[in-house]
């Protein structure tokens, strides 16, 4: 089992570009979270999915920010025009449908904005 | 909004004593409860979680406690080591939704 995958990794871009990240959750798992973690900061959730529909995006900055998953299975968060306060570590979690199952982490992508 | 509230944002223990972790939670509805450590530049990894049917849970060296009462949650990391030197994370779980608290930093003195 390889866990949740994301890519990339790091990603350095100049303010106003956009910028995508990827997010393969664990097999099965239909519940899908991103979230922004700042530095010293706990994480912060920007979306929930559960299949393919996003059930929770009270948290993520519509003007900016926009996320998908087709298919409920992979999913892309995507920010355009990024600017320098969008530099953080965005995380991707997936769990099984359920109250108390455990939600499994990637590695997240660390974003710098220059 | 933040939820999931902290009483201590850094903690530092000599290696073998036991170190303590506290939170509070706002949402009444809430009843699952993991914590997560997250060592410096990796992903956060659940440690241990309690469900709100119970008060007190035990894991390998961690112990956890959940006063429903007055919305607490502690950690209890005991004979502490070096490789317990990260931030700890306290969470809730509400319909679905996953809420983090900001962190506890604990360092463990040799």
New interface residues.
């Given amino acids: 089992e390889a866990g949740v995958v994301q890519s990339p990794r790091y990603k350095i871009i100049e303010k106003k570009q956009p910028v995508a990240f990827w997010c393969n959750p664990i097999s099965g798992h239909n519940t899908l979270y991103w979230y922004r973690q700042n530095l010293g900061q706990g994480p912060e959730l920007l979306i929930r999915y559960e299949n393919e529909e996003a059930v929770d995006d009270s948290q993520l900055p519509k003007d900016r920010f926009s996320a998908e998953r087709l298919k409920g299975v992979d999913s892309t968060l995507k920010i355009q025009p990024a600017e320098l306060g969008d530099s953080a570590v965005y995380l991707c979690a997936s769990s099984e449908t359920g109250i108390g199952t455990e939600a499994f982490f990637g590695q997240g992508t660390r974003l710098t904005v220059v | 909004g933040?939820s999931?509230g902290l009483h201590l944002p850094t903690l530092s223990v000599q290696e073998g004593d036991s170190a303590v972790i506290k939170c509070t939670y706002s949402d009444s509805a809430s009843?699952?409860f993991?914590w997560y450590k997250q060592e410096l530049g990796?992903?956060?990894?659940?440690i241990i979680?309690i469900?709100s049917n119970m008060d007190k849970r035990q894991g390998q060296r961690v112990t956890v406690l959940l006063n429903k009462t007055v919305k607490h949650l502690s950690l209890q990391i005991a004979a502490t080591q070096p490789g317990d030197s990260a931030v700890y994370?306290c969470a809730e779980?509400n319909d679905?939704?996953?809420?983090?608290?900001?962190?506890t930093t604990v360092t463990v003195r040799a």
Wanted: aromatic share 18%.
């Fill in positions: 933040e999931v009843n699952y993991p990796k992903r956060p990894q659940l979680d469900r994370f779980k679905y939704k996953l809420s983090f608290g900001a962190g």
